[in-house]
């Protein structure tokens, strides 16, 4: 009678176990092939460098696709720090998306850059940023807010490695202060 009952349950076992392997499969059919892989609300991203906080990272949604593009579709606010940990820069911008085998991020809508530590702001619709070579760039019209001047133009190119060196493609107009 025992080796009956066992018998049963090892069967039992294995019929549920089959069906549990039939439903992921049905599961998995049915899913978008373009649905993301992993996705956080209110996520935040800490960036170190030698245990030394480097960039801070927040987005109401972060959408990662298992191509290793990512989205972050309902905004995205970015707050970089000096090697003294006090905050350098920040950006906001409407929505982003970064793109993983050119290693390029593209902030969307009401993109607002500022640099705290040079008292300058660059206002556009679309920012590019390669985090392999450090360009920033933007075909868009640009507005730079410094101390002294407000400069509007068209395209713009600059280096996260040297950002005093920036270049306005088109200049359109300049307002001095």
């Not at 002294?148 to 068209?154: C, D, H, K, N």
Request: with cysteine; net charge negative; charged share 25%.
């Amino acid at each position: 009678m025992k080796k009956l009952t066992f018998f049963i349950l090892i069967i039992a076992a294995g019929i549920t176990a089959c069906s549990t392997t039939k439903k992921k499969d049905d599961l998995s059919q049915k899913l978008d092939p373009n649905a993301p892989e992993y996705m956080a609300k209110n996520a935040t991203t800490i960036y170190t460098e030698d245990t030394k906080l480097k960039m801070k990272m927040e987005a109401k949604v972060q959408m990662r696709f298992t191509d290793g593009n990512e989205r972050y579709p309902e905004g995205i606010f970015i707050t970089t720090f000096n090697q003294d940990g006090k905050e350098q820069s920040t950006l906001v911008a409407d929505s982003a998306i970064y793109f993983y085998k050119d290693h390029l991020y593209r902030a969307m809508g009401n993109v607002v850059l500022n640099d705290k530590n040079k008292g300058q702001k660059l206002e556009t619709n679309l920012l590019n940023f390669n985090n392999e070579s450090g360009d920033i760039f933007t075909d868009d019209s640009v507005k730079i807010t410094t101390e002294g001047a407000t400069t509007f133009g068209v395209g713009m190119k600059a280096n996260q490695n040297d950002p005093d060196d920036y270049e306005i493609q088109n200049i359109t107009g300049t307002i001095s202060e």
